[in-house]
């Protein structure tokens, strides 16, 4: 069966800090991989998604980066933090034409 | 385009009906729905399919009307663990699942 990871669960950073976020699926291969934002109480934000490796599509222009460095990791990452990067990160993976799984999300907080 | 979702919140008691709505501007192929638990990651219910397509999942069933380009969700006698915020993700180029979510409806089932 498949399952995805999403670590870590929550984290707490300064303004200004870097950002490195990871995301592994296991038990399927070329999966379409998604990084979402959810700000409180919101919906859900897609950032990027992946078709494959190190093929990246940004959403939303932003502070945030992703790489798909093999076929079934994907990391979002920030060279600098801002305040308003604070949220719930979820990474989603799915096959063509299916439904999108989600991670157990990254909640963070940016002081 | 994010899709718009009505009502936005929903209050009601185990064992009572309600219809929540997900309504796009732009022609669809697709409508997922998802549910999600405060603090937890959304869970996939179902896909809807152009073409009038209904759906069930457990007690909740949904239709997708591709020429009013909305679908709606029915809780039929629902369940305390009903409860939760419920998005609707809508696809309108087939095959990319690139979804478009709205900001959601949130359902609280008392006893």
């Known amino acids: 069966s498949q399952t995805i990871h999403q670590w870590p669960a929550t984290l707490v950073q300064p303004v200004g800090s870097p950002l490195s976020l990871e995301c592994t699926v296991e038990g399927t291969s070329n999966p379409n991989l998604y990084w979402y934002r959810q700000a409180a109480g919101r919906g859900l934000q897609l950032l990027f998604y992946s078709v494959g490796i190190g093929q990246i599509s940004s959403e939303v222009p932003q502070n945030l980066s992703a790489s798909r460095p093999q076929d079934r990791q994907f990391i979002l990452s920030s060279k600098k933090l801002l305040l308003s990067d604070s949220g719930f990160y979820l990474c989603?993976?799915?096959?063509?034409?299916?439904?999108?799984?989600f991670g157990p999300g990254t909640r963070l907080t940016v002081l | 385009q994010q899709p718009v979702q009505s009502p936005q919140a929903v209050i009601l008691r185990e064992g009572e009906d309600a219809v929540i709505n997900c309504s796009s501007s732009?022609?669809?192929?697709?409508v997922h729905w998802y549910r999600q638990k405060h603090g937890e990651a959304p869970v996939f219910l179902m896909i809807l399919l152009k073409g009038g397509e209904q759906k069930g999942h457990e007690k909740i069933s949904a239709s997708f009307n591709e020429k009013k380009q909305q679908s709606s969700l029915y809780l039929t006698a629902s369940q305390l663990s009903y409860s939760g915020t419920y998005f609707c993700?809508?696809?309108?180029?087939?095959?990319?699942?690139?979804?478009?979510f709205g900001k959601g409806n949130q359902v609280v089932v008392i006893p």
């Open positions: 732009k022609a669809l192929y697709s």
């Open positions: 989603a993976w799915s096959l063509v034409g299916g439904e999108q799984f």
């Open positions: 993700g809508t696809e309108s180029t087939p095959g990319n699942n690139r979804l478009a």
